[in-house]
């Protein structure tokens, strides 16, 4: 079992719709979880950086962590076609050095259909 | 440079030949991370570098990957004797912080690697 799942999709929207994205994760020992965008071609790029449970808003962007179930959320409000991209849930335990390199997700294609 | 540079973009190998792919971070970056990215898959860590230390290489996938970053800038990636099995996008990120700090990881846009 990999440290972290994130279902792969694809996953299709129509413009403007909410989109949930979602990954758990089994090492309690994660402490910053952060989601990552890819676009095809590139290399990921940070979105959201946060750190223990609650949520965090950016824009149209929400991320939501809950530790005591080891789950983390991305929501994307009114979704645009420009979201279209691969989102990669991330996560590390800085403090720890053995922890400290990023561990990715599989990734969730997404496609927002205008 | 602004971002996090790698080159070569595409590299076709032929079966048994050795690869070097070179990383170029943010400047005054301190740590710097390799990690594989299969089509369709997350990135897998392979390897990070605080400075010039390798402080983990566990995820390299067999002695025939290794890699260095010997004045504690440019980073190597090299891949000796490829197999079918190393096509894959190699991509380097940096990091301003060290070790125990966390921050964003910046990614370069990855070498896309062939291996036929």
């Known amino acids: 079992q990999k440290e972290v799942e994130q279902d792969p999709g694809p996953l299709s929207v129509p413009e403007g719709a909410i989109v949930s994205l979602n990954c758990t994760y089994s090492?309690?020992?994660?402490?910053?979880f952060m989601w990552y965008r890819q676009y095809s071609r590139k290399g990921p790029e940070l979105l959201m950086y946060?750190?223990?449970?609650g949520n965090k808003e950016d824009g149209r962007f929400t991320a939501q962590v809950d530790k005591s179930s080891k789950y983390i959320s991305l929501f994307i409000r009114d979704s645009q076609p420009s979201d279209s991209a691969t989102y990669l849930c991330a996560m590390h335990a800085p403090g720890k050095t053995s922890y400290d390199k990023v561990i990715f997700g599989p990734g969730t294609s997404l496609s927002v259909i205008p | 440079g602004a971002g996090v540079s790698q080159s070569p973009r595409y590299k076709v190998a032929k079966r048994g030949q050795d690869v070097a792919l070179r990383c170029d971070p943010i400047s005054g970056h301190v740590s710097l991370f390799w990690y594989q990215q299969a089509l369709g898959q997350g990135p897998e860590f392979l390897t990070y570098?605080?400075?010039?230390?390798?402080?983990?290489k566990s995820g390299l996938p067999s002695d025939r990957f290794f890699a260095e970053r010997p004045e504690g800038s440019v980073s190597t990636l090299k891949i000796q004797r490829t197999q079918q099995e190393d096509s894959a996008v190699y991509l380097c990120?940096?990091?301003?912080?060290?070790?125990?700090?966390?921050?964003?990881?910046?990614f370069g846009e990855g070498s896309r690697l062939t291996v036929l």
């Open positions: 946060t750190y223990s449970s």
């Open positions: 570098f605080q400075n010039e230390a390798q402080l983990d």
């Open positions: 990120a940096s990091r301003k912080k060290t070790v125990g700090l966390g921050g964003e990881l910046f």
């Open positions: 090492n309690s020992a994660f402490q910053y």
